[in-house]
């Protein structure tokens, strides 16, 4: 059986929800970011006992179908900006219909209706965060950061950044402003 977490966005996440299974007297088979498996089924009061630990944590259990395939969504895509080392090879589109097995249409529309924002736009917000994060720590030029983010070129960044932001990589840079968001705030 498998129940779907909402704001599981990081694996120190994964490791509280995990730590907070066990101390119910669950032995999950796997967690994973946005879900959580067990080889037997969970009764209606297990699940109403488990929603309440994970609310006080400010996790949600999902149990629609259109809001678990949304969280499929975002943690896919914050895996993909915040995770993964590899530039992705193909379009976010086809890359998010390969995961979650539903074509691309169908996927921006329950989005975009759950979250009243598109895939892009949540996908560019992903992207901005971790450019934060990156300029933040002074490790990287501008043209690494683009480069990491499998930016076309640094006016692209630099775009996508200002039209989120409201500031350009080098204005928050030189700021070194700390209104970074977590990511279930995104």
């Avoid at 879900?35 to 699940?47: H, L, P, Q, R």
């Avoid at 329950?110 to 965060?129: D, G, M």
Wanted: one cysteine or more; charged letters at 25%.
């Amino acid at each position: 059986m498998e129940l779907h977490i909402k704001n599981m966005v990081c694996n120190r996440c994964k490791m509280v929800v995990k730590a907070e299974l066990e101390k119910l007297g669950f032995d999950p088979v796997s967690v994973e970011l946005g879900k959580v498996s067990f080889v037997e089924n969970i009764s209606f009061t297990d699940k109403v006992k488990i929603a309440e630990k994970l609310n006080q944590l400010g996790f949600e259990l999902l149990e629609d179908k259109k809001a678990q395939i949304t969280e499929q969504i975002k943690t896919v895509i914050i895996n993909l900006v915040h995770y993964t080392k590899e530039p992705l090879k193909i379009n976010l589109s086809s890359f998010l219909s390969e995961r979650i097995h539903l074509e691309y249409p169908q996927l921006s529309a329950l989005f975009s209706e759950l979250e009243n924002q598109t895939i892009a736009k949540y996908f560019i917000a992903q992207k901005v965060e971790k450019a934060k994060e990156m300029l933040t720590y002074r490790e990287l030029t501008l043209s690494e950061i683009a480069y990491q983010l499998n930016y076309s070129s640094v006016a692209h960044l630099s775009s996508q950044f200002k039209q989120v932001t409201g500031l350009t990589p080098s204005t928050y840079k030189n700021l070194l402003l700390a209104n970074r968001k977590s990511l279930d705030e995104v």
